[in-house]
């Protein structure tokens, strides 16, 4: 990879975000991390350059498709969904750059996807 990879992580939980920044330790990747879909829209708002999301469907302020659609609405960044609550595939197969994984997930798979995101 040529340049840092830049991924806003939009998890509310603390171990879930540390195990990211275990993940993506690399000097290949910056993580930007947020507890809610609001802290995400401010970033998304504020002029920073965000090359992928990783974000778990179920935040404290807002859940499930309403996210990605309101994420949408801002970018057209690929998007990572890793959840520990089952939500149907089909949902999210029509949104273009839209990968989902359910906790606990493969990280060799995650990364692949994350890498395979990052040439698009």
Not at 60 to 70: F, M, P, R, V
């Amino acid at each position: 990879m040529s340049k840092s990879l830049t991924i806003l992580v939009i998890e509310p939980s603390q171990t879930e975000q540390f195990l990211y920044s275990e993940i993506f330790s690399s000097s290949d990747f910056q993580l930007l991390n947020c507890d809610t879909g609001s802290e995400a829209f401010s970033i998304l708002s504020g002029g920073n350059s965000i090359d992928m999301i990783i974000t778990d469907l179920y935040l404290t302020d807002i859940i499930g498709l309403s996210l990605i659609e309101k994420l949408r609405q801002h970018t057209n960044i690929p998007i990572v969904i890793v959840s520990s609550i089952p939500f149907k595939i089909h949902e999210i197969k029509h949104i273009e750059n839209v990968e989902a994984f359910y906790k606990p997930y493969n990280m060799a798979q995650l990364m692949k996807t994350v890498l395979r995101f990052s040439k698009v």
